[in-house]
């Protein structure tokens, strides 16, 4: 998989910059840091390519023995990607005799965002649609294709590529997130994408790039590198305070509702604050009305195999035995054969009610309310 350059406005970040486009700026000037995460899944993405090019005849080093975080689990991902790739192309070939497969197409729509460029981890072309692929190995948070700015980005480079070629009419956008058990496809017309280019994409990236526009916070402040030191994002947030902390009980609904909607993002800056205290205190900052102490630690074996040995030699058993959970099962199986062996021997429990937005995809659950109607 080729090296990927910075682009100031990505399309992996575009929700954030097409919703806070002096954000695009701001954060230009902050180091990427990297995480384990990236590293992970820039390691699953690798082997992705590898199965998928191998499933398709084409000559493929295999790079596990150069991944740092290869594991069943990122095999069983790999393989998975793969074959939902290939059950694709088996599809498009029914009205298509000869679609083309690209893996890891570097797509150019600076047409629309300055310098913007990326990679799509596949596209697929077939008899009057475009598909494009997007391979996430992140399990914390389920991603959607619909209206997906990322995939529109990818989407409108590749149509730069192919669109003169091909007689294209519409796009299929689709995230394959096989750690959630997430595949979301949207399919758009392609005039449609092209005037949400034109109206929406154009002028919002050209704003963010000239470091214009006005700050706004919300989901897409996530993964944005100056989100603690955000003074929109901050004073947003304090406009809770007018509430004076009252009771529950205190509040009307349209008090509690309002709340409601903002609750998520509260909690998640009020965390961040926290986690910017804490590391600028580790650094040496002094914060008035604070110290830095040493939190409660557990006592630990200085060495597990001597512990054994010398319980051993006492007589005792010093293992205890337990079943391994489904996550540690799942990862000692693979799904495949886990879901061979035992899939009949596992059951989902209903989940703990949630109080979730409208826009949730999960179906709402029947309350007591519910049932007295229906009794009456």
């Known amino acids: 998989m080729p090296p990927k350059a910075h682009a100031i406005l990505s399309a992996s970040s575009s929700d954030r910059w097409i919703h806070c486009p002096p954000s695009a700026r701001l954060c230009e000037s902050v180091r990427d840091k990297g995480s384990d995460y990236a590293a992970e899944g820039t390691d699953a993405h690798s082997l992705c390519e590898h199965k998928l090019k191998s499933a398709l005849g084409i000559r493929s080093k295999d790079p596990t023995e150069d991944l740092s ?26 009205t298509c005799s000869d679609p083309i497969v690209l893996i890891e197409q570097r797509l150019d729509f600076s047409k629309y965002v300055p310098d913007g460029f990326g990679t799509g981890d596949c596209l697929v072309i077939g008899d009057g649609t475009l598909y494009v692929i997007d391979f996430k190995y992140g399990k914390g948070v389920e991603v959607s294709a619909e209206n997906n700015p990322q995939m529109m980005c990818y989407s409108l480079g590749a149509l730069e590529i192919f669109d003169d070629i091909y007689d294209i009419d519409a796009v299929c956008m689709t995230i394959f997130q096989p750690r959630r058990s997430n595949i979301s496809s949207f399919t758009i017309p392609k005039d449609e994408l092209l005037s949400w280019a034109e109206t929406v994409l154009a002028p919002t990236a050209q704003l963010a790039y000239n470091g214009e526009g006005d700050f706004a916070c919300g989901d897409w402040c996530r993964f944005c590198k100056v989100k603690t030191e955000c003074r929109a994002r901050a004073e947003a ?26 609750l998520d993002e509260l909690t998640a800056w009020a965390s961040d604050i926290k986690d910017y205290a804490l590391q600028a205190a580790v650094s040496g900052k002094s914060w008035r009305g604070y110290k830095l102490v040493e939190g409660r630690s557990n006592r630990r074996y200085t060495s597990e195999a001597a512990v054994a040995d010398a319980v051993t030699a006492a007589g005792y058993d010093p293992y205890e035995k337990k079943l391994l959970g489904i996550t540690a099962m799942t990862t000692l199986l693979g799904k495949s054969k886990f879901n061979e062996l035992l899939g009949e021997l596992t059951y989902k429990p209903q989940g703990k009610p949630t109080l979730v937005p409208e826009s949730d995809k999960r179906p709402a659950m029947t309350t007591i309310m519910d049932d007295f109607k229906e009794e009456i």
């Open 69 to 94: 975080w290869y594991d069943a689990e990122m095999e069983d991902c790999a393989c998975e990607y793969a074959s939902y790739i290939m059950e694709l192309v088996a599809e498009v070939k029914k």
């Open 237 to 262: 947030n304090l406009e809770m305070a007018r509430y004076e902390f009252k009771q529950p009980p205190l509040l009307t609904d349209e008090d509690v509702e309002e709340i409601l909607g903002r």
